[in-house]
């Protein structure tokens, strides 16, 4: 396959999965706002620190209303990382490779670019609960037009190091917008208003109902363990950076436990390192510290797998 | 509102599908039945599922100076435009036989070049054309081929007397409108698909794919064959992906190429793979930047060389446009005599080249009767409609042609024929014209049947290139014959 084409396919999925988070961090701040205690100040700001773009917001917006906040994050075309912006690139890279996709993928990435465009247009900010539902559920289309459509072959495998490797990274950031949300306020921790903050946290990972299941109570470390370390929930880190793993052996035939290229021997260690590791050992070490090297590690696979496949180097 | 078909009036014009107000032509009468049957505003309803569907599929094309952004979708008629079965016979002969005489040119042109030194077109005229290109003097493509996928402009005047308007011999476009309209019209019209045998038309990338393998040197069991693209802001970078995704090649662009050892290939995530024959929407000029424009970035350097000595094909091979220079054109008529010993069967328009003397005062001096076309300009820019401009831009175009005669020709203003056409909620006659698409494979021609209908959607217009607001219609060449 062209690495051109492998990158594109990657990317793809990317930015479809980047979207699908942004709608999903936006929602779990509107949920719990709707339920703070009256008097107390809205937090929009941590959305905007999670992104880790919290420099180009205050340079462009200033203060961190929800109305700005919302908009940088959902309609700012001039924000690479928003929904609009994101959509546009998915539908970009989409194009690049209609040829190896499947009709019904180009299709489902151009009509969600087409929704989303329609409702930047419209401004739909009233709507916005229905929006970011909309954004979800246009995601998992994808992925299951994807799935179901696209022979499974190299390119999918590369989209799903995509998909995958996007949505690790954004469930790191996810847990990170309640460590931020509690930071001034310490105090709160234990309390019901504490409890429904996580409740929120895990709705807005769809971890709800799959972790009252399997943990019952509502903690921190329980829902932090679940969002980490489960190996069964298609959300945590370590469940999506194993099946990460499985496609990019697919890719080189190389048996997992050996590796042949930089990024397998980067991926490989991240998963082991999860697999051996306690939730008692995160919290020792700090959550926020966590998740941050965990940012950086997924990052520096990504990074080798574009050096290792897709790279264009000049002959 | 119901479409009132009894107030459309073909008037002055030859029509398409009425041979008088009221009358259907035979070939068109149970389509306009049907129509008639419709319920009110059932038409105009089917027009905007049929755009809707061109939206979502991402049927679109790229408008270089369009600030609204960059992509638009090609407006699309859904009263189709209706071909008999004896029309179409003659046509298709006529076509095969055309682009036999061009394809023999261009061998000639860059061997012998006898029919230059037997005095019946003039050295001046092919050695002046940009589109002459001396690098490529002395190649021999396989089973000397130069031309394989010709998409020849065709119109009709008053009298519904077929012209040939232009060869594009290059990279024409337009065939994936023709495919995606018919599969949009069979899913908005189904009922009538069923009682009119209309010819398919979606054999052709089985036919363009055979077309292309013929090109592999002969011992490869499984050569691969690739599409070249600008890129997605090439106008018809839609097209482009989507004759790769029907073949099922890969579509590339140059950066995805290069040429080691010998050869061309690409760049795979598992390294370095071969390529044996490029269907290349790339400009001759763009191809490899060390023979031609060096500052080209979207070609691959060294091809040529690879070409040159036999281990990749390419189609339509490098030089082709020699033979669709607008002055070069006008001795078409001549090749054909002289190559295959035979009278044309489709006529040119009459011509005037600018270059001769007498033929540019009589430009000069009719100025507001002609079209004026630069002779290597395409889309529909740099040409003149007489008829339409004013005083100040028929000065500059005087100019022009009197700084550049060579550059320069002009044609009567031919009326072009009509279809009824849906402008808001009723049919108004529209101008249009036909571009069939030709493939020749050395043994065999094929002309595939229909074509791009394309219509000039402003009234009284015949400007109907998609850059100059244009759109198409779905071309039904019918079955069977008439008594």
């Known amino acids: 396959m062209l690495s051109r084409v492998a990158d594109s396919i990657y990317w793809l999925n990317r930015y479809i999965e980047r979207a699908e988070n942004i709608a999903r961090f936006v929602d779990v701040n509107l949920n719990s706002m709707l339920d703070m205690p009256p008097g107390v100040t809205q937090q929009w700001e941590p959305l905007v620190i999670t992104t880790g773009d919290r420099d180009v917001f205050q340079e462009r917006y200033g203060e961190a209303t929800s109305d700005n906040v919302i908009h940088f994050l959902t309609f700012d075309s001039n924000y690479p990382n928003s929904i609009l912006s994101v959509l546009q690139l998915a539908r970009e890279n989409a194009r690049s490779v209609r040829e190896v996709i499947s009709s019904e993928m180009w299709e489902e990435v151009n009509q969600f670019f087409l929704m989303v465009k329609e409702a930047s247009q419209a401004g739909a900010l009233g709507t916005l609960p229905d929006f970011c539902t909309q954004v979800k559920l246009a995601s998992h289309r994808f992925a299951g037009v994807m799935d179901a459509t696209m022979t499974h072959n190299e390119g999918w495998h590369f989209g799903q190091l995509g998909r995958l490797l996007e949505r690790a990274d954004k469930t790191t950031r996810i847990l990170d917008v309640k460590y931020f949300v509690l930071l001034p306020s310490v105090q709160w921790v234990g309390t019901p208003l504490d409890q429904i903050q996580w409740m929120a946290l895990l709705k807005s990972a769809s971890a709800y109902e799959m972790y009252r299941k399997s943990q019952h109570r509502i903690t921190p470390n329980g829902v932090a363990e679940f969002l980490i370390l489960n190996r069964q929930f298609p959300r945590s880190i370590h469940f999506c950076l194993a099946q990460a793993e499985q496609s990019l052996h697919q890719i080189t035939s190389t048996p997992r436990g050996t590796w042949c290229n930089p990024a397998e021997r980067a991926l490989g260690r991240l998963c082991s390192q999860l697999g051996y590791l306690t939730i008692e050992d995160v919290f020792e070490n700090g959550l926020h510290e966590f998740l941050n090297q965990m940012q950086i590690e997924i990052n520096q696979v990504g990074n080798q797998i574009s050096k290792t496949f897709c790279a264009v180097e000049p002959v | ?483």
């Open chain 2, 1 to 483: 509102m119901a479409v009132q078909w009894d107030l459309y009036n073909p008037e002055d014009f030859y029509d398409e599908l009425f041979s008088a107000k009221g009358q259907p032509r035979q070939s068109a009468a149970a389509l306009i039945k049907w129509m008639q049957g419709l319920r009110p505003d059932e038409l105009q309803q089917h027009r905007e599922t049929a755009q809707i569907a061109l939206l979502k599929l991402g049927v679109t094309f790229s408008v270089y100076s369009d600030n609204q952004g960059i992509e638009r979708v090609f407006p699309f008629d859904i009263i189709p435009r209706i071909i008999s079965a004896q029309e179409w016979q003659t046509l298709e002969g006529g076509l095969k036989q055309r682009i036999q005489a061009l394809n023999l040119f261009l061998n000639d042109m860059y061997g012998e070049q006898r029919i230059l030194n037997d005095g019946k077109i003039p050295h001046e005229v092919v050695f002046s054309a940009t589109g002459f290109l001396k690098p490529c003097i002395g190649l021999k493509p396989p089973s000397d081929v130069w031309c394989h996928i010709t998409g020849t402009d065709l119109v009709r005047d008053r009298e519904g007397q077929w012209y040939v308007l232009e060869d594009n011999l290059r990279v024409p476009s337009g065939i994936s409108y023709v495919l995606e309209n018919r599969r949009v019209m069979k899913s908005t019209f189904p009922a009538i698909f069923q009682t009119l045998a209309i010819q398919p038309v979606d054999d052709y990338p089985s036919h363009l794919l055979e077309t292309l393998l013929n090109l592999a040197p002969p011992q490869l069991p499984d050569p691969t064959v690739v599409v070249l693209t600008p890129g997605i802001y090439n106008s018809a970078y839609f097209e482009h992906s989507f004759l790769a995704q029907q073949m099922g090649v890969e579509l590339v662009e140059g950066r995805d190429l290069v040429v080691v050892d010998g050869y061309l290939q690409m760049r795979t995530t598992q390294g370095l793979r071969r390529v044996d024959v490029v269907y290349r929407r790339v400009d001759d000029d763009f191809l490899d930047p060390h023979v031609f424009r060096p500052d080209s970035l979207l070609g691959v350097p060294g091809l040529m060389d690879v070409y040159r000595q036999g281990r990749v094909a390419l189609a339509n091979a490098p030089g082709t446009g020699v033979a669709d220079d607008k002055v070069v054109y006008a001795y078409v008529p001549e090749m054909i005599r002289y190559y295959l010993g035979e009278e044309p069967i489709l006529s040119n328009v009459p011509t005037y080249l600018c270059w001769q003397e007498k033929d540019r005062n009589h430009v000069l001096n009719n100025l507001e009767k002609l079209v004026v076309k630069a002779a290597n300009e395409s889309g529909g820019y740099g040409m003149l409609v007489g008829s339409s401009s004013t005083e100040v831009e028929r000065a500059e175009f005087a100019e022009r042609i009197k700084a550049n005669p060579r550059n320069y020709i002009a044609q009567p203003i031919l009326c072009l024929s009509r279809v009824p056409t849906l402008i808001d909620h009723q049919v108004e006659g529209r101008h249009v014209d036909l571009r069939p698409y030709i493939l020749h494979r050395g043994d065999d021609i094929y002309v595939h049947p229909g074509g791009l209908t394309r219509v000039a959607l402003r009234k009284g217009s015949l400007v109907v290139n998609s850059s100059q607001g244009g759109g198409s219609k779905d071309t039904w060449v019918l079955n069977h014959f008439h008594e």
